[in-house]
T-cell receptor, first 114, second 113 residues
Framework: KAGVTQTPRYLIKTRGQQVTLSCSPI?????VSWYQQTPGQGLQFLFE???????NKGNFPGRFSGRQFSNSRSEMNVSTLELGDSALYLC?????????????FGPGTRLTVT | GESVGLHLPTLSVQEGDNSIINCAYS??????FIWYKQESGKGPQFIID?????DKRQGQRVTVLLNKTVKHLSLQIAATQPGDSAVYFC????????????FGKGTKLTVNP
């Protein structure tokens, strides 16, 4: 069974631009969660999507948004990029029961904002 | 507040020794805890989990202990191998109006041959 895939793996953007990251979950998984990982703040939960609906949300500004498609693939968008948005963005998928049980992570997208 | 912290940022052990990685949590509403391993350049990998109604759970070479009285979680790795070298994170599932997973800062484990 193929694992979680994320595209692109690396991205360089300029301050003020916007970016869209993509995540394909493991086949059969209906929940997709997004995380931001930085050396200073560690791993922080952004949001979770289940059945095309945002089910849970972390404490990030509205510049961070996401969506999920009917095939469970998910995208995350960051608008008006700031230098502090430079991070590794991880997505994780699970079957989708309540709670973050048995999540499987992708390799991440490394975003650099200059 | 809602935070999961780790007592030690780095841990160095000899191959074959047992390793213990600790984690403190502060949210009594947490009902589920997970340990992840992250190798360089990869996403976190699930190791073992434990629900709040348990105090111990064993896997292959790993054991997780949960002490709800002092809000402490630990991961024990038996006969540590060089392949165990990685950063280890604990995470707690916090129920509430919006459920979320809160991660600790991580402990870097180095296994010396």
């Amino acid at each position: 069974k193929a694992g979680v895939t994320q595209t692109p793996r690396y991205l360089i953007k300029t301050r003020g631009q916007q970016v869209t990251l993509s995540c394909s979950p493991i086949s059969g998984h209906r929940s997709v969660s997004w995380y931001q990982q930085t050396p200073g703040q560690g791993l922080q939960f952004l949001f979770e999507y289940f059945s095309e609906t945002q089910r849970n949300k972390g404490n990030f500004p509205g510049r961070f948004s996401g969506r999920q498609f009917s095939n469970s693939r998910s995208e995350m968008n960051v608008s008006t990029l700031e230098l502090g948005d430079s991070a590794l963005y991880l997505c994780a998928s699970s079957l989708g029961g309540q709670g973050f049980y048995e999540q499987y992570f992708g390799p991440g997208t490394r975003l650099t904002v200059t | 507040g809602e935070s999961v912290g780790l007592h030690l940022p780095t841990l160095s052990v000899q191959e074959g020794d047992n390793s213990i990685i600790n984690c403190a949590y502060s949210n009594s509403a947490s009902d589920y805890f997970i340990w992840y391993k992250q190798e360089s350049g990869k996403g976190p990998q699930f190791i073992i989990d434990i629900r709040s109604n348990m105090d111990k759970r064993q896997g292959q070479r790993v054991t997780v202990l949960l002490n709800k009285t002092v809000k402490h979680l630990s991961l024990q790795i038996a006969a540590t191998q060089p392949g165990d070298s990685a950063v280890y994170f604990c995470a707690e599932n916090i129920e509430g109006g919006s459920e979320k997973l809160v991660f600790g800062k991580g402990t870097k484990l180095t296994v010396n041959p």
